[in-house]
């Protein structure tokens, strides 16, 4: 990645980051659903035979791809959706403004898929699904997973004497 250019207009911004104050306008949105439908190609599911594409826009502006991966052993099988988000965290991403999702028919994000994005994004993140590449729906993470599990919920240190042990 290039590094950003100094913003001429507003000093102290680099010019991507000025030009997209909040990295989800329609063009932004329409983007992030292209890669989730070019992800879709890479699905593996010859079981289900239900190809999924999704993408992830990170708080530095990248995008990350992914697919759903299925196995022979059916319950192996991986979401595109929580593809997208670890291949995001192990480039070292920590949160996600934005996710696309591309299926046909189109799909929302399955519970396992919404609690694991509530880790990374905040509840005002949108979530935005395709048919194709056509958008036919969004929401937010909070309208579709509220009261995720958090980490304020674990107290203590796991241990016997640990408050959340009983
Ligand atoms: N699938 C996803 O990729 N994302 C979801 O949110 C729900 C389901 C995949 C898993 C499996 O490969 C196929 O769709 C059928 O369940």
């Known amino acids: 990645m290039f590094a950003p250019l100094p913003d ?5 911004m680099t010019s991507s980051a000025a030009s997209r104050p909040t990295q989800d306008s329609p063009a932004d949105r329409s983007l992030l659903i292209a890669r989730a ?12 035979r239900f190809a999924v594409g999704a993408a992830v826009r990170t708080e530095d502006g990248q995008i990350f791809q992914g697919s759903n991966i299925e196995n022979a052993s059916y319950g192996l099988t991986m979401c595109a959706e929580r ?17 696309a999702i591309s299926a046909v028919p189109a799909a929302w994000p399955c519970g396992a898929c919404r609690q694991v994005l509530a880790e990374f994004a905040d509840p005002s993140c949108p979530v935005i699904v395709a048919e194709g590449d056509s958008i036919v729906g969004s929401s937010t993470l909070g309208d579709l997973l509220p009261h995720a599990f958090e980490a304020q919920f674990l107290v203590g240190d796991g241990s016997e004497e640990s408050p959340s042990r009983p």
Do not use: K
């Open 37 to 48: 439908f070019v992800a879709r190609r890479q699905s593996h599911s010859p079981y289900s």
């Open 8 to 12: 001429p207009i507003m000093p102290g």
């Open 83 to 99: 593809v997208a988000i670890f291949r995001a965290v192990a480039a070292g991403q920590r949160r996600i403004l934005a996710l």
